[in-house]
């Protein structure tokens, strides 16, 4: 087993070494945002965390600069929701992790909940992906509850969100 902490070894670089190790195994990170990745000869094969699985629960993952994670040798997937080969799987990594900054700063606590202010009015013109987000505000639910419970993957739910925290329409709680 091999154990470490993200604030120091940080993701896309222990993803690259196990990567590139060829090993398989369960990768996992406990964190509010964590998970679990399996790999399979230096393929990545399986993401899950939260109720998410597969391309959602890797997208999610990829927001982690920090918590513990172990990496237990010889561990095989309980299914398999992707099949990416190493380049493929840092390039998309790398991507996503990219894309999490801005939204990092806007949701920095996933423990908290989203409310609707009083500047709302139910007047407020929406799109039907917008309704679906907006859907989810208000239920005493955390963003990570959110996340888990929405068909949008975790980073267009959050885009979907954004504009309205911006505007004072909702705010985190």
């Known amino acids: 087993m091999v154990s470490g902490d993200l604030q120091v070894f940080p993701l ?10 060829g090993r398989s195994g369960e990768f996992t990170v406990d964190h509010p ?3 679990t990745l399996w790999f ?29 994670f172990t990496f237990e040798a010889d561990r095989m997937p309980p299914e398999r929701t992707l099949n990416l080969k190493q380049d493929m799987a840092l390039r998309r990594m790398l991507m996503d992790n990219e894309s999490w900054a ?15 202010t009083p ?13 679906l987000a907006l859907t989810l505000v208000g239920q005493g639910h955390n963003l990570r509850q959110m996340i888990d419970r929405s068909e949008l993957p975790p980073r267009v739910l959050l885009d979907m969100l954004r504009p309205f925290v911006a505007n004072g329409l909702i705010e985190v709680a």
């Open 119 to 131: 500047r709302w009015t139910p007047q407020q013109p929406v799109t039907h992906p917008q309704y």
């Open 102 to 116: 801005q939204l990092m700063r806007i949701f920095p606590d996933w423990s908290r909940t989203l409310r609707f």
């Open 33 to 35: 945002r964590g998970g």
């Open 12 to 21: 896309l670089p222990v993803m690259q070494m196990l990567l590139s190790s």
């Open 40 to 68: 399979e000869h230096g393929e990545l094969t399986h993401a899950r965390s939260g109720q998410l699985k597969g391309e959602a629960a890797l997208q999610l993952m990829c927001s982690l600069d920090q918590g513990t």
